[in-house]
């Protein structure tokens, strides 16, 4: 009885601190998304190499897809770059870009001088879709299966070793799943 | 004298002029509306700022969203579900009570609660023992000190 009495103040200690260094090892700009298992909300958005064409989520119900958030003001943008690059080579996933809040010629030009990983772009110029998947911090990349549900998402530009540890793995189960 | 407390106060007044752009409101219970959610919703680029004291691009955004929806006679409620739906509990300065948010809200009185207990068990304890109780022997030597004391 008495030593617990002197082992109760160490004892609050270790749990305030394991607390606390629990707090400071997570990213507070890491929110969770109310939209994982929610139906990835519906846009028709003009597509940015044939401006009079839209893309809808209509389009892509019956396939996995990558929505990536991206501008070419993005400055973290360029850093998940090549990493898209390299996963569009592996060719086992459709990739969608929404051009977020960005002009047309400087997105083209983007495209042009580093590569397009893009299956397509699309162009959210006043960013109202960006509100609608809850955009707040440009890069974002969502996974989403062939029944438009959001599994997925992704906040700040994609690291090495993120496609293989999370995108491949998941892009593969979703499309082992039925339509 | 005159001249550097002009500087002064004009460099005080600075924040004011830096405000965020203006909307019309026909209707003053509508801007009332405006006012309060702008207030309430955090901006979720700078993270400790609301979207009234942010000039953030989403922000702004948000700001114009949330003026929309009250132009075309949406309410207060119907603009935070819309905002809690896309961006979750973390928007809201003061998320609505749910089981998530919980411990947020309970968590301080909790706390509160469980000091207050402490501090009142820790009392009683300290009376228990300061309540020395006397044999016999001791109860009549305390009696004839006394008894002496006030024949002194």
């Known amino acids: 009885m008495f030593k617990l009495k002197f082992l109760l103040p160490l004892i609050l200690f270790i749990v305030l601190a394991i607390f606390l260094a629990i707090g400071l090892s997570l990213n507070p700009k890491d929110i969770p998304s109310p939209l994982i298992d929610k139906p990835a909300p519906a846009f028709s958005l003009p597509i940015l190499a044939t401006p009079d064409k839209n893309l809808s989520t209509q389009d892509l119900k019956g396939r996995v897809w990558l929505l990536n958030v991206w501008a070419s003001w993005c400055v973290s943008c360029r850093q998940e770059h090549p990493l898209l690059l390299e996963l569009a080579k592996l060719n086992l996933v459709t990739i969608v870009g929404l051009n977020y809040k960005d002009e047309a010629p400087a997105a083209n030009s983007w495209l042009q001088q580093l590569g397009n990983p893009y299956t397509v772009s699309i162009m959210d110029k006043d960013g109202r879709v960006g509100i609608d998947y809850g955009v707040y911090g440009v890069p974002e990349t969502f996974v989403i299966d062939k029944r438009g549900v959001i599994r997925y998402k992704h906040t700040g530009p994609v690291m090495p070793g993120d496609i293989e540890q999370i995108f491949l793995p998941l892009v593969q189960k979703l499309n082992q799943e039925p339509a | ?152």
């Open chain 2, 1 to 152: 004298m005159k001249k550097v407390l002009l500087l002064v106060l004009s460099l005080l007044a600075f924040p004011l002029s830096a405000g965020v752009e203006y909307h019309q409101f026909d209707d003053p219970n509508k801007e009332q509306a405006y006012q309060n959610l702008i207030s309430e919703l955090r901006c979720l680029v700078c993270q400790n700022q609301t979207i009234a004291d942010s000039n953030a691009d989403l922000a702004k955004d948000l700001r114009q969203q949330v003026y929309e929806m009250l132009q075309q006679g949406k309410s207060q409620q119907d603009v935070v579900d819309f905002m809690t739906q896309r961006y979750g509990d973390f928007v809201m300065y003061r998320p609505a009570f749910t089981l998530k948010t919980g411990l947020l809200w309970l968590g301080p009185s909790a706390f509160l609660l469980i000091g207050v207990i402490t501090v009142f068990m820790l009392a009683r304890n300290k009376k228990a023992k300061a309540q020395i109780t006397l044999d016999k022997q001791q109860q009549t030597r305390l009696n004839d000190i006394l008894q002496k004391g006030e024949e002194d």
